[in-house]
């Protein structure tokens, strides 16, 4: 994986080179700090981020797909991705070089809002429970992971970035979502389309469990969308 | 230091490259020529290891390119058509950054920056955005990122494409110092420019390999072309001057239009065009002294040496003949010799 970490750096930095990088930080700090400080920093309720970090699981169905869009697409289109793949660097370097590179701003996106774990240890009577928030985090950043692998994988497909966002968008409503018909279909339909769904693990998520299936599920999403990007931009160079 | 062994790539139905072999060694200039749709930057792609062929290898520096790809992109520079780069980038950032990206160890790499920056005539613009540069700066940019890791194989896709005329001669003559000990390769469509800068040429057309040779090879394998101007006395003197011509001893082909652009200095002239056969002598006093014994009046005879040009439009009509009669398709190579080498 030599080559990686200059990748990641480079791509981590583009995205403050650019307003959009800054945008995107700043509506999910304002959605996120209106939930904070409407739902969660309320008198005389349990000190519980739980509100924050269901929300904000929510307002990562939008944003992230936002940062995924660009990571190959615009390559592609300006044709440095020509310049990338015949550098001395793997195919799966570049792929994990990109995505490391967008987890790190998501990172930089995440790290402010210990602002109002700050503000919650501060103004309650009785400390909350770190264990709750923790496992919020980690949550945050398994749900951002794969989401971002799937914006990577519809990234890596097309020169398109829009497409790239709109296809990100619509599988992860698909993920989201796919629970919602289960109860009227068959038995082993249903079961899958249970397995499959995000809703119900959110769920467990917000109760401050991290479930191992949960984790395995969201961590297989974003092994496999990595896996099928790199095959994807392999496939390229076998034109 | 490249070998490219019977490479064939398709894209869907399209065949744009057809078995195409060739080996560069170090120390060599070696220009590709073809016209658009040949598959020439096919080629490169494929020496580049952007793009793998369907059939056939292609060896860097010893490394095949689709068993070992990384190390051979390692001993390859590379400078793509467009020279695409990161417009938000400042120019040092991005020379840094591919430094880093190529392996430039630590402790040289300002040194390799700074080096590849001031021969690629950038020094006042390292902190300027990309974007922001003209078209000649941003293809200086990508010459110097191709040369930072010193590569022993360097391939420039039209180097001096958007160069002023001082930058083109300045660039050529980079191009001869890095020659020194490397192996090059450079894609182009100036023909003057391929003749003045490569130890041997290439030509690409309808994805295969039709010529092969130093430019003064190549050239000579071209026959002189005899340009002159002469009178029909008659109707249909044309068809009997035309035969006339065409049985001179090495004549190769003839062809004829009429003279000038304003008929009423021109009624009855002619301008014929004769391509004398490969090595053939100078073939005037021939001309002159049929059209005097046959009692034709000439009024213009001159003579235009072999061309690198003229070899290449020769070679892309019989290219364009093979492609349309099968028969014709075997199309005669000039291997290498002594010059193309040295």
């Given amino acids: 994986m030599k080559g990686m970490g200059v990748i990641a750096r480079r791509e981590l930095a583009a995205y403050f080179r650019a307003p959009a990088g800054w945008l995107i930080i700043a509506l999910y700090l304002l959605l996120s700090g209106l939930v904070f400080s409407v739902y969660v920093l309320r008198p005389n309720s349990p000190a519980s981020m739980r509100d924050f970090f269901t929300v904000s699981g929510w307002l990562l ?9 660009r990571l190959f697409s615009d390559e592609i289109r300006a044709g440095t991705l020509e310049a990338l793949l015949t550098a001395p660097v793997s195919t799966g370097a570049v792929v994990m070089g990109k995505f490391t ?133 392999d496939q390229r160079r076998w034109g | 230091m490249v070998g490219v062994y019977q490479v064939h790539k398709s894209f869907g139905t399209v065949q744009a490259v057809r078995g195409i072999s060739f080996e560069l060694q170090p120390g060599q200039i070696a220009g590709l020529l073809g016209p658009n749709g040949a598959g020439k930057t096919t080629t490169i792609r494929m020496i580049a290891g952007f793009l793998l062929p369907d059939a056939g290898k292609v060896l860097v520096a010893g490394f095949d390119t689709a068993s070992h ?52 005539w950038l020094g006042d613009v390292l902190k300027r955005r990309i974007g922001t540069l003209s078209k000649g700066y941003r293809q200086r940019v990508g010459l110097a990122a191709a040369l930072l890791h010193n590569p022993k194989v360097l391939i420039l896709d039209e180097p001096t494409n958007g160069l002023d005329p001082s930058q083109i001669r300045e660039t050529r003559q980079l191009v001869r110092e890095l020659a020194t000990d490397r192996t090059m390769l450079i894609c182009s469509h100036i023909l003057p420019e391929v003749e003045r800068l490569c130890h041997r040429v290439l030509i690409i057309a309808g994805g295969q390999l039709r010529a092969d040779g130093s430019p003064a090879e190549l050239t000579r394998a071209g026959g002189s072309r005899y340009f002159l101007q002469a009178r029909e006395a008659r109707v249909g003197d044309a068809e009997r001057i035309n035969k006339l011509w065409a049985t001179l001893p090495f004549v190769a082909e003839v062809s004829s239009k009429p003279a000038g652009d304003k008929p009423t200095q021109s009624v009855g002239w002619l301008e014929w065009a004769i391509l004398a056969r490969p090595g053939s002598p100078d073939l005037r006093e021939q001309i002159a002294a049929a059209a005097r014994q046959q009692g034709i009046l000439l009024r213009e005879l001159r003579a235009q040496a072999p061309t690198l040009e003229g070899v290449f439009m020769d070679i892309m009509d019989k290219a364009g003949e093979a492609m349309t009669d099968p028969e014709q398709a075997t199309t005669q190579v000039i291997k290498p010799g002594k010059e193309a080498a040295s």
């Fill in chain 1, 61 to 69: 169905m939008p944003v992230v797909p936002a940062m995924a869009m």
């Fill in chain 2, 69 to 120: 790809p990384v190390v051979a992109r390692q001993s390859l520079g590379y400078l793509p058509e467009h020279t695409p780069l990161y417009t938000e980038m400042r120019v040092g950032e991005y020379l840094s950054y591919r430094a880093k990206l190529y392996r430039v160890p630590s402790d040289v790499r300002k040194r390799a920056v700074d080096w590849a920056a001031t021969r690629c």
């Fill in chain 1, 101 to 233: 590179g967008a987890m790190g701003f998501l990172t930089c996106m995440l790290l402010p809002t210990l602002v109002y774990v700050g503000t919650m240890y501060r103004v309650s009577n009785s400390p909350p429970d770190p264990g709750p928030i923790i496992c919020g985090y980690v949550c945050l950043y398994l749900i951002g992971g794969a989401y971002l692998a799937i914006g990577t994988l519809a990234s890596s497909l097309t020169a398109n970035s829009t497409l790239a966002f709109m296809v990100t968008l619509f599988t992860i409503l698909g993920l989201l979502f796919a629970a919602a018909p289960a109860d009227d279909a068959p038995a082993p339909v249903r079961s899958v389309l249970y397995s499959i769904s995000i809703v119900p693990r959110i769920g467990d998520f917000a109760k401050g469990v991290i479930d191992s299936a949960n984790a395995a599920y969201f961590l297989g999403i974003t092994f496999f969308c990595l896996l099928g990007a790199t095959l994807a931009l």
